[in-house]
């Protein structure tokens, strides 16, 4: 028993004194590349597996992508889950500019605030805020939109985050003459063909729309399509309107991908329990002192 605190001692000296990798030395001209210590080195026979995989699931991918896209009772697509096929939204890398847009028209003062999100990256979304527009369907958990002919309805359900919905009313109403801001705004929506065509008003300025592009103001106003191209791809677009943050209209788009035999689960947001690094940054403090829910 009396040895083991020198042994424990004379395996951490020796420990200390091993590196962890070596340094590469200069490559010779004409010679192979240097081999980094602790690096897996994939060789001719892993890269035909990879080969061979990435052609399996290329093919598995155009499979999936031919299987007729089921219609609702209306005869429209069906953009979510149905009785016999179910499954979410998923965005696909995570980017910073997932919508495609190169030039925003921003105002002064939005194109320092866009920077300045993009820096400190403070986003209500990791502290349970809802998130409206594009957002919605960045999370990677995934989103599930469901359209109730029905009952001329659509809602989009968040997974993740703060775990809340949003409603589009397909009854023909208009937008509200006196609205209330909120995180989702009001949405109306219609079918233009096959895509599902919706207008929203009436957004507070408590959450980002994105991941920091694109700042925005209580005049707010977007133009959303959903088009499900084949069974597996749902094409979102976006026009963003706002007067006060822009100098002009814009637009964007962005392929979702169908995750299948997947549904809405159980998830619990608990400000700062995994991202305080994301939530803090280079601030001292968060308030958490306001409501979560719109």
Known sequence: MRGRPFLFGLVAAVVATVPL???????????????????PQGGAGDSRRDGEAQQRAEAERKRRAAVPIPKAS???????????????WLPGPVV???????????????????????????????????????????TPYGAEL??????????????????????????????????KPEYYGHSIGWWEGDTLVVDSVGYNEGFWMDRGQF??????????????????????????????????????????????DVELFEYVCQESNYAPDLMLRDAEAVGRTSEFVP
């Open 74 to 88: 209306d005869g429209h697509p069906e953009l979510g889950s149905t009785l016999t096929s179910k499954g979410v």
């Open 96 to 138: 910073p500019n997932p919508l495609g847009v190169k030039d925003p028209p921003y105002q002064p003062w939005a194109r320092a605030m866009a920077a300045d999100r993009r820096r400190a990256q403070l986003e209500p979304h990791t502290r349970c805020k809802p998130s409206g527009v594009m957002r919605q369907f960045l």
């Open 146 to 179: 469901v359209v109730i002919p029905e009952e001329k309805i659509a809602y989009i359900f968040d997974i993740g985050g703060p775990h809340t919905y949003r409603t589009i009313y397909m009854d023909g109403r208009k937008h509200p003459a006196d609205l």
């Open 215 to 260: 700042p925005h103001t209580t005049q707010l106003h977007t133009i959303e399509r959903f088009t499900r191209t084949d069974f597996i791809t749902l094409r979102y677009e976006v026009t963003i309107d706002d007067p006060g943050a822009y100098t002009a209209p814009f637009s964007g788009k962005v392929d979702l991908r169908w995750e299948p």
């Open 21 to 39: 990798y070596t340094q590469s030395p200069a490559q010779t001209p004409g010679q192979p590349a240097p081999v980094q210590v602790g690096v």
